[in-house]
Each structure stands twice: as structure tokens, then as C-alpha cells.
């Protein structure tokens, strides 16, 4: 009986690491079947049910289409969701919004992650939207991320002060900022890669946890691995979309639009 609970409590941990990235469950949801008279196959039947929604996770990633925020982005849908970015990463964003709103700079999210496919998109589409092909960008690895300020709910792309402002509060939580780069100069653009080169990011490597925070991501490398099947469901829908006429690409997954 003692294995059999063991085992149970195993898969019930391992469940709770895996579902982390997209929802923060409470853990003890999962336990308490120790304590009470739930059936443990209910909850086992539970904890699979769940496994499966977690799996289609993507599909519920906010994105925006072209021209949402007043620019020619191309035809594909843009992923516009914090959850589709490297867990470290996307903290860091959460706090730059909520560091700009303090200021009241209000920030709107215009791509997060970025499929090979809408890289590729970019690319034909000249070198004033990007200089890297499809796999050279580091939105291709989660750790990258354009936002735009918005005044009236309008996007404000013009204005070299404010730019700044979010620049600077950018790279006080230690993230590099298009806005620093001569050529392209890219505002909007914010990254983070822990010393590693987008060449080993093609590799398959990811940049550690800084040592200060490595404690509050217990569960990274599981947290990654189901980043990166969100990842590649993604750009197979991206390149889905390639193949069907035009309009297709109007509609995103499952999110709004702004």
C-alpha cells in the first residue's frame, strides 16, 4: 500500500510541475485524496483530464492580427501572450509593465513568442521589419518580446521620450533594449539571453536561471519542455495557415483581437 502511494504521490508532483508554466495549481488540490475519502482513481482520472487541457494550452494564447496596433505586421497572426514566453523572461516583462504603469506609461503586449513561419513572414517582407530569417530571432526561443505604450488606447510609436522612459525601466531589471541599437533601431524591442548566443539557442540550450532567483523555478526544466510542444503546436498552425487562402489568416486560434 505504502508503494502504491508513493507512486501515486510521484505522478501527482510530476503533474503539478508540468501544468506550471500555463496555470499555478495548488498543489495541495492534488494531495488531499491522501487525507479524505475521495477515491484515488477519481483523482487520478482528475489529474489526466487536466494533462489534456494542459496540452492545448496554445490555443487559448492571446494574439492580435495585422495592423492592431496601427502597423503592417504581415498576414499571419501575432502571439500576443506572456505565456508563450521562458518563464524567467516573462517575469521580467510582468514587472516592466507593472513598473511603467506606476509611472503611468500603460504598455500593451504586440508579439511575444514568434513562430520560424512569422519570422520567415518578416523576412520577405524586407529589412525595415527584420534582418534574421526564420530560427535567428531570439522571439523564436521565448526571449524577446515587442510592446508598444498606449495613450487613449492608442499605440504610440513616435515618441523618443517616452520610448526612453520604458527603455530605461527595461534595463533596470536587466533586459537589453532595441532602442539602445543604432541598426535597426528597435524601440519596441526587449530581450533577455543570459549570456547565450542565439547559435546555441538553436542548439537546444537555455540561458540558466540567474543564482538570486534560481530557487522560485523549481520546476524549469519541465516548465521548458512543455514550452517547447506549445511551441512547435504553434508553428505547425503557422505553417497550416501558409497553405489555406489569405483570409484564413484573419482569424487567430481561439483569442480577441484588440
Known amino acids: ?20 508554466q ?7 488540490k ?19 483530464a487536466e494533462a489534456i487541457v494542459a496540452e492545448e494550452t496554445w490555443r487559448s494564447w ?18 500576443a ?11 521580467r516583462i510582468l514587472l516592466l509593465i507593472r513598473n511603467c504603469r506606476a509611472k503611468g506609461i500603460e504598455l500593451a503586449i504586440v508579439e511575444s513568442y514568434r513562430t520560424h513561419t512569422k519570422q520567415s513572414e ?8 527584420t534582418r534574421s530569417a526564420g530560427g535567428k ?15 487613449d488606447s492608442v499605440a504610440v510609436w513616435d515618441d523618443a521620450g517616452l520610448w526612453r522612459k520604458v527603455g530605461v525601466e527595461g534595463e533596470k531589471l536587466g533586459l537589453r533594449w532595441g532602442g539602445r541599437w543604432r541598426s535597426p533601431y528597435d524601440p519596441a524591442h526587449f530581450e533577455w539571453t543570459g549570456g547565450i548566443t542565439t547559435a546555441e ?5 537555455f540561458p540558466p536561471i540567474p543564482v538570486a532567483y534560481a530557487t522560485s523555478y523549481p520546476c524549469i526544466d519541465e516548465d521548458l519542455k512543455q514550452l517547447r510542444e506549445h511551441w512547435v503546436a504553434w508553428e505547425k498552425y503557422h505553417q497550416e495557415l501558409v497553405t489555406k487562402p489569405s483570409n484564413a489568416t484573419a482569424t487567430a486560434v481561439s483569442a480577441s483581437s484588440q
Open 1 to 20: 500500500m505504502r508503494t502504491f502511494l508513493s507512486s501515486i504521490l510521484f505522478l501527482v508532483v510530476l503533474s503539478v510541475c508540468v501544468s506550471a
Open 22 to 28: 500555463s496555470s499555478r495549481v495548488n498543489g495541495e
Open 30 to 48: 492534488y494531495l488531499s485524496f491522501l487525507f479524505d475519502e475521495q477515491p484515488v482513481f477519481d483523482t487520478l482520472q482528475q489529474v489526466a
Open 62 to 79: 492571446k494574439t492580435v492580427n495585422n495592423f492592431a496596433f496601427g502597423k503592417d505586421r504581415g498576414q499571419l497572426p501575432m502571439i
Open 81 to 91: 501572450d506572456l505565456q508563450g514566453l521562458h518563464p524567467f523572461f516573462r517575469d
Open 122 to 129: 518578416y523576412f520577405r517582407m524586407g529589412r525595415q521589419y
Open 137 to 151: 530571432s531570439k522571439h523564436q526561443y521565448g526571449l524577446a518580446i515587442d510592446v508598444v505604450p498606449l495613450r
Open 201 to 205: 539557442l538553436s542548439k537546444g540550450f
